[in-house]
């Protein structure tokens, strides 16, 4: 099993920046799919951004593209969400993912609250 923990949320004001990371154990991770969701109170989680690791490919939802960036430093199997131009509404709890090649999730991470002020 895969074990993942982040990192890097807090408190913001509007128009700031944070980031977040994600740490994964093992020495599989060049062969992930790492993702980002969010979640906030009574909805569902909902995807933010991956980026394939073996490769640096990377997605973003519409909400956060130009804003948000995800990378990886395979030597240290992390995976970060650079996070800039912050809005109210980026307001949640923020988790990371390992997704295998078979498109199943093999962990996810505790989450970490990112709280923007407006």
């Known amino acids: 099993q895969v074990q993942l923990v982040e990192s890097g949320g807090g408190l913001v004001q509007a128009g700031g920046s944070l980031r977040l990371s994600c740490a994964v154990s093992?020495?599989?991770?060049?062969?992930?799919?790492m993702a980002w969701f969010r979640q906030t109170p009574g909805k569902e989680r909902t995807f933010v951004s991956s980026?394939?690791?073996?490769?640096?490919?990377?997605y973003y939802a519409d909400s956060v593209k130009g804003r948000f960036t995800i990378s990886r430093d395979n030597a240290k199997n992390t995976v970060y969400l650079q996070m800039s131009s912050l809005k109210p509404e980026d307001t949640a709890v923020y988790y990371c993912a390992a997704e295998n090649n078979l498109g199943m999730y093999l962990g996810w991470g505790q989450g970490t609250q990112v709280t923007v002020s407006s």
């Open positions: 980026i394939i690791v073996s490769v640096g490919d990377t």
């Open positions: 093992g020495r599989t991770f060049g062969t992930y799919t």
